[in-house]
T-cell receptor, first 116, second 116 residues
Framework: DAGVIQSPRHEVTEMGQEVTLRCKPI?????LFWYRQTMMRGLELLIY????????DSGMPEDRFSAKMPNASFSTLKIQPSEPRDSAVYFC??????????????FGPGTRLTVL | AQTVTQSQPEMSVQEAETVTLSCTYD???????LFWYKQPPSRQMILVIR??????QNATENRFSVNFQKAAKSFSLKISDSQLGDAAMYFC?????????????FGTGTRLKVLA
């Protein structure tokens, strides 16, 4: 398996622009997570999907952030409008969640976002 | 709420030597999973090792092993025969197995430097 695939790997944009980050989870996985990593705040969970349904978006910083998972093999994280404080590395992770909670998350390579 | 603490922001080890990274956690649960992830300069979060709390035997993956002390709520990672490629940030993570839970609780990380 190719693992979790994220695109783009790097994104540089100007304040106010819309940014869309993409994620393809590992085939067969039913859970998908979006994280943000910064030096100041470490690794933060933004949103969690299970079977394509958003279960918990309490980590989404504000209304400028939105995430979708239209099918089991694709998810997007959108920031509109972007701000310099959104600059971070954004990770997507997927897992095969079971009722016993004995899953392991596998991370994508991340997208480094720079907002000027 | 569960917490994960990595008290060593940075560690150094000589190539070929052994190093131990510390992790403690706080929980009232009796069954859970613990993980160590490695994040090299490439930023990719790589699963190093996983421990199931109900298993008393310490997990081992090649040069990586853990010392799991359930009563002390300690989960340290030992890297034997350290190699230059082991230089990375290492994150400890906790996952509850209670029904309906899905979040990983990450520590703040330990940066490991390997000296030639």
């Amino acid at each position: 398996d190719a693992g979790v695939i994220q695109s783009p790997r790097h994104e540089v944009t100007e304040m106010g622009q819309e940014v869309t980050l993409r994620c393809k989870p590992i085939s067969g996985h039913n859970s998908l997570f979006w994280y943000r990593q910064t030096m100041m705040r470490g690794l933060e969970l933004l949103i969690y999907f299970n079977n394509n349904v958003p279960i918990d978006d309490s980590g989404m910083p504000e209304d400028r952030f939105s995430a979708k998972m239209p099918n089991a093999s694709f998810s997007t994280l959108k920031i509109q409008p972007s701000e310099p404080r959104d600059s971070a590395v954004y990770f997507c992770a997927s897992s095969l969640a079971t009722s016993g909670g004995r899953d392991t998350q596998y991370f994508g390579p991340g997208t480094r976002l720079t907002v000027l | 709420a569960q917490t994960v603490t990595q008290s060593q922001p940075e560690m150094s080890v000589q190539e070929a030597e052994t190093v131990t990274l510390s992790c403690t956690y706080d929980t009232s649960e009796s069954d859970y999973y613990l993980f160590w992830y490695k994040q090299p300069p490439s930023r990719q979060m790589i699963l190093v090792i996983r421990q199931e709390a109900y298993k008393q035997q310490n997990a081992t993956e090649n040069r990586f092993s853990v010392n799991f002390q359930k009563a002390a709520k300690s989960f340290s990672l030992k890297i034997s025969d350290s190699q230059l490629g082991d230089a990375a940030m290492y994150f400890c993570a906790y996952r509850s197995v209670l029904a309906g839970t899905y979040k990983y609780i990450f520590g703040t990380g330990t940066r490991l430097k390997v000296l030639a």
